[in-house]
């Protein structure tokens, strides 16, 4: 392996990377991760720490997952990819859309469009529900809503339904028609409510609010994340998701669960939607459907707009939209045998039992470090520190403090994730209470140093 100062220097040189600023490459290298193990991920330095962050939300098993290793290699000799688009389908594809039809049984869903990632799937949601009720007469519907602070992705489609400035400025104008309502998130809201039930009852009539003004005949559909993620591991009351889908159905609004991350098992539930007690119309997947090791996902669908679609004798339910991807054999084949390892390891259990100890851990950090303003999870294992530098003023931190945070933790033994003000953790599902223990240690040498 060539040395590692050869390698940063070529990375700043020809490399641009996802949310960075490409002249930052020189000043602030970053990690160069050449191996991974269990829960385990190794720099090039050889240097080893437990991954808090789960690659990108996704290695929910972890990173030997062998039975997945040797899905996607007997598949890359069998068939290493053939299309779907129509007039051809594959074996293993089949034989996933049967899995996760049984899989998400429960969530009520039970067809399947194939993508190759969370944006991707998104993307399909938003389509799918403009033709859905264009196949209904209902033209007019055309609009989206969704939270402000919620995270879909950088598509178009997924970008205009995102509620965070960050994602979208650079890139405006955005697809027309969507709009963004507050959400739960008792730490900072426009009402200024801290108790979770009040606010709830306070975004749901927001929402209602915003369907008077557009005009409920003129709205498509509303997507959701069940615990807001990238934005900052947001977790609603249990009354949120249920009202939403109460007023989506008053209104003949489709709920699109954006479950890329939340589906699962993450949220210490098989899905986010089933830890709310809510049957979603649609659902985006991707992530952890095949744990990271290839890009796939799936839309799911509900039988009430699969059936509107199936229906059709017009021609008009053609769906005329897909990927090269969608349905790549290798994916499908990891997928098949990521789930199974899903539920035969009952990753859920493990998330919401590691989940509580990883938040009761955070918050004993938060009694003893001023710079926690809140601390966010008790779903699985999302969990979030937001760091502040004055507590009663709620004065985000600053970046070079929060940076110096992660790096500290790192050399102390974990791997966390910043994001803006936020320290952000999705470890595996797979993780043990131990390996929970070196997180909340490491965390507590960074705090310490900085
Ligand atoms: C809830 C949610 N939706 C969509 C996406 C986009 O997925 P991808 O990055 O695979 O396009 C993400 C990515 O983190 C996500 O968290």
Not at 342 to 355: I, P, Q, S
Not at 377 to 386: I, K, P, R, Y
Not at 418 to 426: A, K, L, Q, R, T
Request: with cysteine; net charge negative.
């Amino acid at each position: 392996m060539k040395d590692s100062n050869f390698l940063k220097e070529m990375n700043a040189r020809h490399l641009w990377h996802p949310m960075a600023h490409p002249a930052d490459m020189q000043a602030h290298p970053p990690t160069i991760i050449t191996e991974a193990h269990g829960v385990r991920i190794v720099d090039i330095d050889g240097h080893e720490v437990v991954d808090g962050v789960g690659g990108l939300w996704n290695v929910n098993l972890g990173f030997s997952c062998e039975p997945i290793i040797a899905a996607i290699s007997a598949q890359l000799h069998r068939l290493p990819y053939y299309s779907a688009f129509r007039g051809t389908t594959n074996d293993v594809l089949i034989e996933c859309a049967e899995a996760l039809h049984a899989f998400f049984a429960p969530d009520g869903l039970t067809r399947s469009f194939f993508t190759s990632g969370g944006g991707d799937s998104v993307e399909t949601a938003l389509r799918l529900a403009r033709q859905y009720h264009k196949l209904r007469g209902q033209e007019g519907r055309t609009k989206f809503l969704s939270l402000k602070k919620g995270y879909h992705g950088t598509h178009f489609g997924a970008a205009s339904v995102n509620g965070n400035a960050n994602f979208r400025t650079a890139y405006e104008p955005l697809l027309p028609g969507c709009f963004h309502t507050p959400a739960p998130y008792t730490y900072r809201n426009p009402f200024n409510e801290t108790g979770p039930e009040k606010l709830a009852q306070l975004c749901l009539q927001a929402i209602e609010d915003e369907i008077a003004f557009q005009g409920a005949k003129t709205i498509a559909a509303f997507i959701m994340e069940p615990v807001l993620g990238a934005g900052g591991v947001i977790p609603p009351h249990h009354s949120f998701m249920p009202g939403v889908r109460d007023i989506c159905d008053r209104h003949g609004i489709l709920l699109i669960a954006d479950e890329v991350i939340t589906a699962f098992g993450r949220t210490g539930d098989w899905t986010g939607s089933r830890h709310w007690g809510v049957k979603p119309d649609m659902m985006t997947t991707a992530k952890a459907i095949t744990n990271g090791y290839f890009p796939f996902g799936a839309v799911m669908i509900a039988d009430k707009v699969a059936e509107v679609f199936e229906n059709d004798t017009t021609g008009a339910a053609s769906i005329g939209h897909g990927y090269t991807y969608s349905g790549h054999p290798v994916g499908a084949a990891a997928a098949v045998a990521c789930l199974a390892e899903t539920e035969r390891l009952d990753v859920a259990t493990n998330a919401g039992e590691r989940g509580r100890q990883l938040y009761q851990g955070l918050q004993a950090l938060a009694a003893k470090y001023d710079i926690v303003g809140d601390v966010r999870g008790g779903h699985g294992l999302m969990c979030a520190m937001e760091l502040v530098s004055d507590r009663a003023a709620k004065t985000p931190i600053d970046k070079a403090s929060i940076a110096a945070l992660q790096e500290e933790t790192y050399k102390a033994g974990a791997m966390v994730r910043v994001s803006g003000n936020n320290v952000i953790m999705s470890p595996p599902l797979v993780l043990t209470a131990a390996d929970v223990d070196i997180i909340l240690g490491a965390l507590d040498k960074g705090f310490a140093a900085i």
